[in-house]
């Protein structure tokens, strides 16, 4: 069955420092994942995308996210973090199924900036 | 502006009630969603839809109905038949075909009090 793991539930980072938010996905196809972001409260805003082609994929704000086919991981990272980026991120793959997909989301990881 | 709106943004439901969710898209996409999010469980596909008059049960469809007798509008109703409806219920919309993205809603916070 298709699922994505995020296994952080909660991280803290200073401003200015470098974030990696992990990702690992389980799915028979070549996947087509997605990082989200929300805001407390907020909707969910598409952070970038993978469908096929550069594993390297760079996407708004500043994040970008690789996918490693041998790992099963599409892990979203940023240089560095400003407090505005204080959020909770969710991975989700696409799981195709007739004219459009669905998807099928981690559990989320809420990231808190400190000063 | 176009967009996909949700509302109420906050609703309160008695047990026993049945309550409907309204979702409404300008952006001439096809297909529409509806997702559950509770704390530490991420999102939940609730129905989905691909077509007009067309739709199909996600995983978690049990004491939820939908209807989509227009493309632009998707609502969810919370039957008394949920156990547990109170959550923050989350629309989104997306063009037909697989590479494309899926937008979202604001949201809407259902509380059965």
């Known amino acids: 069955a298709q699922s994505v793991t995020q296994p952080d539930i909660h991280i803290t980072v200073s401003e200015g420092a470098s974030l990696e938010l992990r990702c690992n996905y389980s799915?028979?196809?070549?996947?087509?994942l997605f990082w989200y972001v929300q805001s407390p409260g907020q909707g969910l805003q598409l952070l970038l995308k993978y469908f096929s082609g550069d594993t390297l994929v760079q996407g708004i704000k500043g994040f970008e996210a690789e996918f490693k086919r041998s790992q099963s991981s599409f892990n979203l990272r940023k240089p560095s973090v400003h407090w505005s980026d204080a959020a909770e991120y969710f991975c989700a793959v696409g799981t195709r199924g007739g004219a459009t997909n669905k998807l099928i989301f981690g559990t989320g990881t809420l990231l808190a900036v400190q000063p | 502006d176009g967009g996909i709106t949700q509302s109420p943004k906050y609703l309160f439901r008695k047990e026993g009630q049945n309550v409907t969710l309204s979702c409404e898209q300008n952006l001439n996409h096809d297909a529409m969603y509806w997702y559950r999010q509770d704390p530490g469980q991420g999102l939940r596909l609730i129905y989905y839809s691909q077509i007009v008059n067309d739709f199909q049960k996600g995983d978690i469809a049990e004491g939820y109905s939908v209807s989509r007798e227009k493309k632009e509008s998707f609502p969810l109703t919370v039957t008394s038949a949920q156990k547990n409806p109170t959550a923050f219920y989350l629309c989104?919309?997306?063009?037909?075909?697989?590479?494309?993205?899926?937008?979202f809603g604001e949201g809407s916070w259902l509380t059965v009090v």
């Open positions: 799915y028979g196809a070549t996947p087509y």
């Open positions: 989104a919309s997306t063009l037909s075909g697989t590479r494309n993205t899926i937008y």
